[in-house]
Each structure stands twice: as C-alpha cells, then as structure tokens.
C-alpha cells in the first residue's frame, strides 16, 4: 500500500510538470501570408532592421519581362496595378523605379498592423504583418 501511495504522488508530479512543460506555446510570426496567386512563383518578406521609419517596399518582377518574342508582343513585365489596406493604412504610395520586367514601389507612414491586398499582373497577393518598421516584399512572377 505503501508503494501504491508513492506510485500515486510520482505520477501526480510528473502530470504536473509535463502539463507545464507544454503550456508554452510558440512565438507569433510576425507577418502571415493569406493569400498568393499561382503564377507568383517567388515571395520573400524580410524586416529591415536598418531602417527607422515605418514603410513597406513592395517589388514585383516577371522572370521573363522585357523580352522580345519570335511572334508577338514582347512578354511584359510585372505590374503593381492596386494596393488596398484593409487593416491599418499608409499615407503616401511612391514608385521607387520602373523596368521592363517590373516595378518597385513604396508605401510610407504606415500604421501597423496593416493588412494589404496587393493585385500584381492580375494576381493577388494579401498578406498582414503586424510588427512596425522597413519591409520589404519581393514577388517573382512567372506568366
């Protein structure tokens, strides 16, 4: 019996311990992609931790834009067409530079979190970062 007793305890301490031990959950991403159309074949989000304010740089580039075609119309490049915020907002859109396979533009004085939906080429891309600081997006087209 008095094994039993001490059977009994150990078991209740170690269900403690163990119940404790998986309380800790993991650390919240701080952007999550809700969104991504097909032919976005390449998405990079990185924080900037150089940069002091509080905008999102959005790149867009088609692998094949820029092209000339043997029959045809040269392939196009990636093309930024809307840019909605549905969550928080952004003051002011700037395009960075243009080419022929795509475009770079930014977006300033954002309030975080901000959840964007991006249309590239007729794609969509919505994602929602919620962390403040310099980000910057990169998508690869392939159409």
């Given at each position: ?5 001490l ?9 403690a ?8 959950s993991?650390?919240?991403?701080p ?11 390449r ?11 509080n ?22 490049g ?20 243009k ?19 991006i249309t590239?080429s ?5 994602l929602l970062i ?14």
């Amino acid at each position: 019996m008095k094994n039993f007793k001490l059977i009994i305890v150990i078991l209740i301490v170690f269900s403690a311990i163990s119940a404790n031990a998986q309380s800790k959950s993991k650390p919240e991403r701080p952007y999550t992609i809700l969104e991504r159309g097909q032919h976005m074949t390449r998405l990079s989000v990185i924080k900037d931790s150089r940069g002091k304010e509080n905008t999102v740089q959005i790149e867009a580039l088609n692998a094949s834009g820029g092209t000339l075609r043997v029959q045809g119309p040269e392939m196009l490049g990636a093309d930024i067409t809307d840019v909605l915020a549905t969550v928080g907002n952004y003051n002011k859109m700037q395009e960075v530079s243009k080419s022929g396979r795509g475009e770079t533009i930014q977006l300033h004085q954002v309030v975080f979190p901000l959840k964007v939906r991006i249309t590239i080429s007729n794609q969509i891309l919505e994602l929602l970062i919620r962390e403040e600081g310099f980000w910057k997006i990169s998508v690869g087209m392939n159409q």
